[in-house]
């Protein structure tokens, strides 16, 4: 996985880059109509039910704009919220709480929807033994921020992006010419190049499993599109050799039913890629 301070540079990436997006060379509807030195309070005000995700995120936002602006926090990441709830005040200037209004609420109500998802998940496993795993099927330039709202929400990162783990998927397979070359030439790699990657290998049936389980080194057998009856054989095959993941099209309906199977993980892009933003304003007081 991404250290801290790769991470945190992802934020950072993904203000500035925001705030240049929607601000351009100046927000000329403030600009326009209230004195610069004029200053305000808002209240960021809940009109949904769910988990709030993204409250640290709007402290760095609005510090990124304007050092000067005071946070008041009421209601924490990752707690649950309904319909009136206020999560925190911002006071200072207001043409800096509106240069950093939008971008506070388009990144809090998709980390919020994340995060209810994920704890959804999260409370279904609950004493299986299973976690839930994000995927890489986020939307392009805001991952960290997805993958920060899967945490809050209780669930676990998978890699962050193709540089930090080897996963081995069906078309490296095929393109490479099987699983036992798919393996071996991977490892050679890492050797050559001095890389204490994981490496995590995708396999489509039994007879898959199988033949990882031949090769030593592999962290993690994805265990892709199983019914529940293989699953559970695939389980018992594994054992203690390596650590598993179930993954493909699994839902809220049927993550326990994968759980019961005895898997370790279970990863779901829905986490991520099918969410209705949580409504949240942020108003003037």
């Known amino acids: 996985m991404i250290s801290e301070k790769q991470f945190n540079k992802e934020i950072d990436l993904i203000i500035a880059n925001a705030i240049r997006e929607d601000v351009g060379d100046g927000d000329h509807s403030s600009l326009a109509c209230i004195p610069e030195d004029a200053n305000g309070t808002a209240k960021l005000l809940v009109k949904d039910e769910g988990i709030i995700a993204g409250v640290d ?17 009421r209601i924490k990441d990752g707690s649950e919220v309904n319909y009136g709830d206020v999560c ?6 207001s043409q800096s709480i ?3 209004e939008r971008l506070v609420l388009n990144a809090m109500q998709r980390m919020s929807a994340i995060a209810t998802k994920t704890n959804a998940y999260a409370k279904l496993l609950d004493g299986t ?9 986020t939307t392009p330039g805001i991952r960290a921020l997805e ?3 899967v945490k809050i929400g209780g669930g676990e990162n998978h890699r962050f992006a193709l540089y930090d ?9 095929d393109f490479c010419g099987g699983i036992t070359k798919a393996i071996e030439t991977t490892k050679q790699y890492l050797r050559d190049n001095s890389l204490g990657l994981k490496i995590i290998v995708e396999a489509r049936d039994l007879a898959e499993i199988k033949e990882i389980l031949s090769i030593e080194g592999v962290y993690r057998i994805l265990i892709d ?24 099209g699994i839902t809220l309906e049927t993550a326990g039913k994968y759980a019961e199977c005895g898997v370790n993980y279970i990863s ?18």
């Not at 995120?57 to 926090?73: I, K, R, S, T, Y």
């Not at 033994?129 to 099927?137: E, Q, S, V």
């Open 129 to 137: 033994g299973t976690k839930i795993l994000d995927t890489r099927k």
């Open 268 to 285: 779901s892009g829905t986490l991520t890629h099918s969410v209705y933003n949580l409504d949240l304003s942020l108003k003037a007081v």
């Open 147 to 149: 993958k920060w709202a």
């Open 225 to 248: 599109n199983f019914n529940y009856e293989d699953t559970r054989k695939a389980v018992e095959l594994i054992g203690d050799k390596c650590l598993t993941e179930s993954s493909g």
């Open 98 to 100: 509106l240069k950093s």
């Open 165 to 173: 783990m080897i996963m081995l998927k069906d078309n490296h397979i």
């Open 88 to 93: 925190f005040y911002v006071s200072g200037l």
């Open 57 to 73: 995120f709007a402290q760095q936002v609005f510090n990124f704009v304007d050092p000067g602006l005071e946070l008041d926090v």
